[in-house]
């Protein structure tokens, strides 16, 4: 082989392609791959495989080598002034056969335009189920094509064995970021002067840092692989979650890295649980178990949270002990169950409880472990749940199956109330872990539907004060950490106030937009201000009116076309664009629905216009945490660190020198204590 001039052209292409909108391999921008990549962290003891790939593109700007990988590379690993070795003699594992698979990958929009893309031969090897017990900094160096090499440089970080929270309870309210924040406090608590007189649960926490929430190969997050970051101490790429994503077409042979409930389960036995206002196969919820490059394989991810990873041997997490949320379409038999079984029988066979509506949730013991699904897709938000309940009627998401709505609804506090207390009761002494998730914070911000978005803050909110005023009523609370954090936001903000009735009046777009008033003219909230005839019922900490006069005049910075009248949308969840007759969806994209906000002026979208709702902003994401360990969430830190964080006060690291046995066989659920 030639590898001098073809080395050439490599470097070359190599900086036309770096930081850009396609990428052949995420995080291995060479042709050797080495994942977990360079500068990933670790937690002592905690389980990963390791993945190798050396690529030959048989085309394309990076064509090399005539197409044929080098099967015959070698890796060694040392740590910081130690020896080099082989993995197998490293980690006391046989070494894996070779395996080879093709990909292709489009390298810019011309590209893809003209439908030409780039074709890659692949050969790899995998190392399954290893942990490294001693702290300190590691090389790995991959040694491919003669002279080419790619090091990955590893930090095994110290980090405390001892536990110090019996418990931990992390909200997330998905999307959520400071704007959102401020914009509920001004809808659900009366100022007078510019003082408020009420305060939301958040504003009252102790201790308040930041997170940055990159992906591992995009600046720009999904929900999927920001909350394995959260869950696992490791980046990821869009869509994955629980593995470093690979290029071979199995989406679920990719290397995989233990999450905090796999780990909490296997090292102490504690209790743990998750709930959710979103389907609870939606990827933040299933993050804490699921090992997948595709978010999309729900029934799936189902089958491994109950089961664990059954495909490849790893750690058995023995399934939640709480499980609330939607999503009943994994779980009824049919098209969205893994292969088309009847999981609600498949966890009753697991000495699961189960409940489809609120009532049965509420009778629910707190012995046996729990699943409660209580309907399909997201549970309808707060807002339709509480104030405009004629909509619930038009769901059709019964939690068995049917076409009839599911009315008896359990909102987020009523779930995270029962699983604390069934996670107290199960965990006992051993403690527990439980994730709450305000789903719809998110989805309804996609829609710009902010008065739904801000309507589920609030719930979230309200939540968590009921959390910790049950926490101290059972005597957990000083035993408890709590923190409530987001995993990516969405570039929303309130800038003014609008005058509605003037800009239904008003006849041309440009005279609408004289109703938004700027500074001086925003005036004040109204949305506390009682209106004559109008009683939610929906207790303190919550808008007495929806509907006044003056509104917000908010937005997103990344939104499709859309028209705006700045109104709450009474009828359901807002749908801004939709396809249009006469157009076609993919070759034309989307158009401003013509059934949204028909009083209002148009908004030109910044999106590419097939893009059908607002998508993820940059910005960094509050963290607010008290309780035990609460002084380690200040400053600024990137989301990896929150599980670091959460690890250390729960003495999850394994301690040097004891590897529990076997590695690289077993299955890996010896317990280190009672
Ligand atoms: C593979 O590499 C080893 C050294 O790393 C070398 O001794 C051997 O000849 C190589 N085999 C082939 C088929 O290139
Ligand atoms: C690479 O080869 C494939 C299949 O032979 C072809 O479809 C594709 O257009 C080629 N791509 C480029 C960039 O030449
Ligand atoms: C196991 O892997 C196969 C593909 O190799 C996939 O189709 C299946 O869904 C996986 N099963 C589970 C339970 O993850
Ligand atoms: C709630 O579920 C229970 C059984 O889980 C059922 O008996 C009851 O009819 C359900 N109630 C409603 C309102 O659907
Ligand atoms: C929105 O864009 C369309 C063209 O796509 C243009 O005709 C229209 O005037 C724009 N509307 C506004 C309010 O800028
Ligand atoms: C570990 O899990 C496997 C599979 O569920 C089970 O057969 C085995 O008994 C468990 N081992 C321990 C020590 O709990
Ligand atoms: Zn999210």
């Not at 659900?188 to 930041?210: A, E």
């Not at 990344?558 to 157009?583: C, I, L």
């Amino acid at each position: 082989m030639d590898i001098s001039t073809s080395l050439f052209v490599l470097t070359a292409s190599l900086a036309l392609v770096t930081g850009q909108t396609s990428q052949r391999l995420g995080a291995c921008p060479t042709l050797g791959c080495v994942f977990p990549p360079d500068q990933a962290d670790f937690l002592p003891g905690q389980y990963f495989d390791l993945r190798l790939e050396v690529h030959a593109p048989v085309n394309g700007s990076e064509a090399f080598n005539d197409g044929e990988p080098d099967e015959n590379f070698s890796v060694i690993i040392s740590k910081e002034g130690g020896e080099a070795k082989s993995i197998a003699e490293f980690f006391d594992i046989a070494e894996p056969a070779i395996e080879k698979w093709d990909f292709s990958w489009y390298e810019d929009l011309f590209a893809e335009d003209a439908d030409t893309p780039s074709v890659v031969n692949v050969a790899s090897k995998i190392y399954r189920r290893l942990a490294i017990y001693e702290p300190g900094n590691y090389v790995v160096e991959l040694s491919y094509y003669g002279d080419k090499k790619t090091t990955a440089e590893w930090v095994v970080r110290p980090l405390a064995t001892e536990k110090k929270a019996k418990n931990v309870i992390l909200f997330i309210g998905d999307g959520m970021t400071t704007n959102m924040i401020t914009a509920a406090r001004l809808l659900g608590h009366n100022s007078i002067n510019g003082k408020y007189q009420s305060l939301l649960q958040l504003d009252k926490f102790p201790v308040l840092g930041h997170q940055m929430t990159h992906s591992i190969d995009s600046f720009i997050t999904d929900s999927a692989n920001s909350a394995s970051a959260l869950y696992s101490g490791h980046k990821s790429t869009v869509n994955a979650m629980g593995v470093y994503a690979d290029s071979s077409p199995d989406a679920f042979d990719d290397p995989k890295v233990e999450t905090i409930v796999e780990l909490l389960k296997r090292t102490w036995d504690s209790a743990w649980g998750a709930v959710s206002t979103a389907a609870i196969s939606d990827a933040t919820p299933i993050a804490l178990t699921g090992h997948s490059r595709s978010r999309y394989q729900y029934g799936s991810l189902v089958d491994q949270a109950l089961n664990s990873v059954t495909n490849y041997t790893w750690t058995n997490q023995g399934g939640p002990d709480v499980w609330f949320g939607g999503g009943a379409e994994q779980f009824y038999p049919g098209d969205g169950s893994y292969e088309g079984k009847d999981y609600y029988e498949a966890f009753a066979q697991a000495g699961y409880d189960i409940s489809l509506n609120k009532t049965s949730l509420l009778e629910m013991g707190n012995s046996r472990k729990a699943l409660g699904v209580f309907c399909q897709s997201h549970l309808p938000v707060w807002l339709d749940r509480n104030v405009y309940t004629e909509n619930l009627a038009d769901f059709e998401n019964d939690p068995l199956g049917s076409e009839s709505p599911a009315l008896d609804l359990p909102g987020l506090k009523e779930m995270t109330l029962k699983a604390v207390d069934i996670l107290h009761h199960r965990g006992g002494k051993k403690g527990f872990f439980l994730m709450s998730e305000g789903a719809s914070i998110d989805k309804q911000m996609h829609a710009l539907d902010y008065d739904r978005a801000l309507g589920d803050l609030l719930e979230l909110d309200d939540t968590v004060r009921a959390t910790i005023n049950h926490l101290k009523a059972i005597g957990e609370l000083e035993n408890t950490l709590v923190l409530v954090t987001s995993d990516h936001g969405h570039g929303f903000d309130v800038f003014g106030g609008v005058d509605t009735k003037y800009l239904a009046e008003a006849e041309t777009g440009r005279q609408k937009r004289t109703a938004v008033g700027v500074y001086e003219r925003s005036g004040l909230s109204q949305y506390t201000v009682p209106m004559e005839g109008v009683s939610y019922n929906t207790g303190p900490n919550f808008p007495v009116n929806w509907d006044p006069r003056y509104t917000f005049a908010q937005g997103l910075a990344a939104d499709p076309d859309r028209r705006e009248n700045y109104r709450v949308h009474k009828s359901g969840p807002r749908s801004p664009v939709s396809s249009t007759p006469g157009f076609d969806e993919v070759e034309d994209g989307l158009f401003v629905d013509a059934e949204d906000a028909t009083d209002g002026f148009v908004v030109n979208g910044t999106l590419p216009v097939t893009e059908a709702s607002g998508v993820h902003s940059l910005t960094d994401v509050a963290v607010f945490a008290m309780g035990p360990c609460q002084e380690m969430f200040g400053g600024v830190y990137g989301n990896v660190d929150v599980f670091y964080k959460m690890a250390s006060c729960l003495g999850l690291a394994w301690p040097d020198g004891t590897p529990p046995k076997p590695i690289g066989g077993g299955f890996g659920n010896e317990t280190r204590k009672g």
